[in-house]
């Protein structure tokens, strides 16, 4: 079965920082999701990447996909304190078309 | 707000017992799915919903069960509640029942089993 695997597990930046946060796939991603959770809240959806080299930014976010469809990258410029929370890749799973499958999260705090 | 619903925010109960933790969908969207989120599992799909039939399924265990009603709202039940049940249950919705589609999750409803 398609497995995520996201690293680090977790990250302690400094205010103003540049971090990234890795999600590497056994198989080829076709759909790969970018989620953010505040602790114990609901997840808020961030981007959607899709094709292989395709990159998108919001705000100071930005995700890549690389060129082979196996790795996605979340890149955060300058963090503030407002970017903390666990960063979770979601994929659709190829085992099933219409099953999301999870990396185990990203837990990110910005110190002031 | 992604616009999607759920209630109870929270819910403690024993175990033995049956709950029902709801989810209304954002306006449109066609698809219900189910997630269950633990510290030791992460976080886990169980089922989807498209426009009142089952669609998809994961993990999930003989003694839950969803349905999606005709106003598109779903339900899932829980019962004979164990220990190990206690977790934070996700509701997401999406327009369509394809994979591409994008999924927009709910606050969720955090069971507690005592």
């Given at each position: 079965?398609?497995?995520?695997?996201?690293?680090?597990?977790s990250l302690i930046v400094q205010e103003g920082k540049n971090l990234t946060i890795n999600c590497t796939?056994?198989?080829t991603l076709y759909g790969l999701y970018w989620y953010k959770q505040k602790y114990g809240e609901g997840l808020i959806f961030l981007m959607m990447l899709q094709k292989g080299g395709e990159e998108k930014s919001h705000e100071k976010i930005t995700a890549k996909l690389d060129e082979k469809k196996q790795q996605s990258s979340l890149h955060i410029t300058a963090s503030q304190p407002s970017h903390a929370g666990i960063y979770l890749c979601g994929a659709d799973s190829m085992d099933s078309s219409y099953k999301l499958i999870f990396g185990s999260g990203t837990r990110l705090l910005v110190r002031p | 707000d992604s616009g999607v619903t759920q209630t109870p925010k929270h819910l403690i109960t024993a175990t033995g017992q049956r709950v029902t933790l709801r989810c209304s969908p954002r306006s449109g969207d066609l698809s219900v799915y189910w997630y269950q989120q633990s510290l030791d599992q992460g976080l886990q799909f169980l089922i989807q919903y498209y426009n009142g039939e089952e669609r998809a399924k994961g993990n999930i265990l003989?003694?839950?069960?969803?349905?999606?009603f005709p106003d598109l709202h779903s339900e899932l039940n829980l019962s004979s509640l164990e220990l190990g049940d206690s977790a934070l249950?996700?509701?997401a919705s999406s327009e369509g029942g394809v994979s591409t589609d994008t999924q927009y999750f709910g606050p969720g409803?955090?069971?507690t089993v005592l």
């Open positions: 079965s398609q497995e995520l695997e996201q690293s680090p597990q796939s056994s198989k | 003989e003694r839950f069960s969803a349905q999606q249950y996700f509701c409803t955090r069971l």
